[in-house]
């Protein structure tokens, strides 16, 4: 504890007596100074015991001394010391009625105590609880390091909660809570997601200390990590303000957090390039070798179903826009983590390949991440620069190892519609499920059915025929002369006529079948515009 104007009263070998201000005698000193200036407001910092012998004051003026020690107070004065048998043998009474009408502490110091030793003993005092902060910051230091080492981030959580009397949390990159101690304490940590998120995109490191609503607790909040983007955050939140014992714990608990962090990407590292690896052998046909170097990383992935997503981004994102596939991989694998999945991620390039379990949590909370930046770039309001690095997502079909090849292909197909439509994400299945048509509205599809019909639109723009819908009649009925002719409000030889023509003026055979097929697709195209 820092010494306070109770503690210097108690000091037996100064002999101060108390003059007002007994109740306020538990306030913290911060140093002890000596002024004999009618006003040295301009020179205190707050927290001093003044220490005067009123050398230059009108002591006994009421008031000239309800100004005076109402601009102590103003400035933070904790204590005013008066030394009597100096210039007063006693402590004028207006300034004694002064300082108990503003309750300021008022000390007399006898003759006999210089002020020096006052200030020796506030500063001792105070030598003595930076050396105890300092000694039980080690002895906490130690205490995190063992529980680091031994029960690692739960048990350092636990160790932290006790040294700074209240609670601690941890999040993950995607801001989701991964531990906290006491286990009370995982309602309040949640309630904090949202500024852990705003803290995470701020440049690291970053720290911020807010509120929780209904609750007294102050919380500070520090991003974990060495890197440009943190890769976790830690909450602490106690009743008061930090001590220095109590600071030197949080600040090793983060720089314990940050080794462990640090040392968790290198094994991450290490867990994507077996990842890769795994993935190539897929890809090429070899499920017997991708099991055997997966082992246990990715074993139980590979004897399920899995879905294999492939994502990109339209553009690259600008330095200060954190990166699509990074948020992507993020969320998918806090997913994973959270319900004790395997999941597969390879950055590939420009893209993310993620090969997760069919029907798990890593796929549904890839599917909303999508579906809230859908709902984003559709909102009333879409944020500006909002094409930057914009995300597309294919997810193939459920699959298993000796499809793998083919499933990374309906990733890929989905991605290529997801891009043309303006989709963040597309399932393979959907596409199998629904309609071709929507597929002809690519512009290259338009340019080649625009070509294909040229010449029959110029021949119809003429006025010396309706061939155009006249073939359209025509396939519609599957050939049928009477059918398509009735349609036409023509003669069925009319009609032949008119097909005759067709293929004259576009040098294909109408019997042929894939003619037609081309012919009708070309109609179909042309008519979604």
């Known amino acids: 504890m820092p010494p306070t104007l109770a503690s210097l009263v108690h000091h037996s070998a100064l002999k101060l007596t108390v003059r007002a201000g007994e109740d306020r005698l538990d306030v913290p000193v911060?140093?002890?100074?000596?002024?004999?200036?009618?006003?040295?407001?301009?020179?205190?910092?707050?927290?001093?015991?003044?220490?005067?012998?009123?050398?230059?004051?009108?002591?006994?003026?009421?008031?000239?001394?309800?100004?005076?020690?109402?601009?102590?107070?103003?400035?933070?004065?904790?204590?005013?010391?008066?030394?009597?048998?100096?210039?007063?043998d006693e402590i004028p009474k207006a300034l004694v009625d002064a300082a108990e009408q503003e309750g300021l502490p008022l000390l007399e110091v006898p003759r006999r105590t210089p002020f020096l030793a006052?200030?020796?003993?506030?500063?001792?005092?105070?030598?003595?609880?930076?050396?105890?902060?300092?000694?039980?910051?080690?002895?906490?230091?130690?205490?995190l390091t063992r529980q680091a080492l031994g029960a690692g981030p739960e048990g350092l959580l636990g160790a932290l909660a006790t040294q700074v009397?209240?609670?601690?949390?941890?999040?993950?990159?995607?801001?989701?809570?991964?531990?906290?101690?006491?286990e009370w304490a995982g309602r309040r940590a949640t309630r904090l997601t949202a500024d852990v998120e705003r803290l995470r995109d701020r440049p690291a490191p970053a720290s911020s200390v807010v509120g929780l609503p209904d609750h007294d607790d102050r919380v500070e909040l520090h991003t974990l990590g060495t890197g440009r983007r943190p890769r976790a955050a830690l909450a602490v939140g106690t009743a008061a303000a930090l001590g220095t014992a109590e600071r030197y714990a949080v600040h090793s608990a983060i720089a314990l957090l940050t080794l462990t962090t640090e040392r968790s990407r290198s094994l991450h590292a290490a867990e994507q390039r077996v990842g890769a690896a795994v993935l190539r052998m897929l890809l090429a046909g070899e499920p017997d070798h991708a099991r055997a170097v997966a082992g246990?990383?990715?074993?139980?992935?590979?004897?399920?179903?899995?879905?294999?997503?492939?994502?990109?981004?339209?553009?690259?994102?600008?330095?200060?826009?954190?990166?699509?596939?990074?948020?992507?991989?993020?969320?998918?694998?806090?997913?994973?983590?959270?319900?004790?999945?395997?999941?597969?991620?390879?950055?590939?390039?420009?893209?993310?390949?993620?090969?997760?379990?069919?029907?798990g949590a890593a796929v549904a909370a890839c599917a909303d991440h999508a579906a809230a930046l859908e709902a984003a770039r559709s909102g009333p309001e879409p944020a500006t620069g909002a094409d930057e690095g914009e995300l597309v997502v294919g997810l193939s079909a459920p699959a298993g190892p000796i499809a793998a090849a083919a499933a990374y292909k309906q990733a890929e197909q989905a991605l290529s519609v997801a891009r043309r439509r303006g989709r963040v994400l597309v399932e393979h299945e959907q596409l199998a499920a629904g309609s071709v048509l929507p597929l002809l509205a690519d512009d290259a599809v338009k340019a080649f059915a625009d070509g294909m019909l040229r010449a029959?639109?110029?021949?119809?723009?003429?006025?010396?025929?309706?061939?155009?819908?006249?073939?359209?009649?025509?396939?519609?009925?599957?050939?049928?002369?009477?059918?398509?002719?009735?349609?036409l409000g023509v003669h069925r030889h009319t009609l032949r006529y008119r097909m005759r023509r067709v293929e004259e003026i576009l040098g294909r055979s109408l019997d042929d079948p894939d003619v037609r097929m081309e012919l009708w697709l070309a109609l179909k195209a042309t008519s979604t515009e």
């Open 30 to 88: 911060r140093w002890a100074h000596v002024s004999e200036l009618a006003d040295p407001v301009p020179y205190m910092e707050g927290g001093e015991l003044l220490l005067i012998t009123a050398l230059k004051l009108d002591a006994e003026d009421p008031e000239t001394m309800r100004r005076y020690v109402k601009r102590l107070v103003g400035a933070g004065v904790v204590g005013l010391g008066f030394a009597v048998g100096v210039n007063y």
């Open 296 to 359: 246990d990383l990715y074993g139980g992935l590979l004897d399920a179903p899995f879905r294999m997503i492939v994502a990109t981004t339209l553009t690259a994102a600008a330095d200060e826009v954190r990166d699509p596939l990074d948020g992507l991989a993020e969320t998918v694998e806090s997913a994973a983590a959270r319900s004790g999945e395997a999941v597969l991620i390879v950055p590939e390039g420009e893209r993310l390949v993620v090969l997760a379990a069919d029907g």
């Open 118 to 143: 006052i200030s020796k003993a506030v500063s001792a005092a105070i030598a003595a609880d930076q050396y105890r902060a300092v000694t039980a910051g080690f002895a906490a230091q130690r205490e």
């Open 456 to 487: 029959l639109h110029e021949h119809d723009a003429t006025g010396r025929g309706d061939l155009v819908a006249s073939l359209r009649a025509w396939l519609s009925r599957h050939g049928q002369w009477d059918a398509a002719a009735a349609d």
């Open 165 to 182: 009397d209240g609670w601690a949390a941890l999040y993950d990159a995607s801001g989701a809570v991964v531990a906290t101690a006491p």
